[in-house]
């Protein structure tokens, strides 16, 4: 099953200025996700839809599951680089 990528309001908002290899690198994170996001890190043990994964160098985008809709809620992007 591969999921359907939506970005809130705020992550698109983070995402203005990355650079565009930190972009790449999130968009290529977020395919793969989209394909196995149970792959990605659990953020709480007790609520395994919400994870997160590294992506580039110096980022780290988090992401809710939502099975029954079957999309991956982004909900926060960070870079640090």
């Known amino acids: 099953m591969s999921f359907r990528v939506e970005l809130h309001a705020t992550p698109s908002a983070q995402m203005s200025g990355l650079p565009s290899d930190a972009f790449d690198a999130l ?11 149970w792959d990605a ?3 709480y043990n007790d609520e ?7 992506y580039g160098t110096a980022g780290l ?3 809710y599951v939502d099975v029954e809709a079957e999309i991956i809620r982004v909900f926060d ?3 640090a680089g």
């Open 48 to 54: 395994p839809e919400y994870r997160q994964v590294i």
């Open 41 to 43: 890190m659990a953020m």
């Open 77 to 79: 992007v960070t870079w």
């Open 61 to 63: 985008v988090s992401f």
């Open 27 to 37: 968009v290529s994170t977020m395919v793969d996700a989209a394909e196995r996001p």
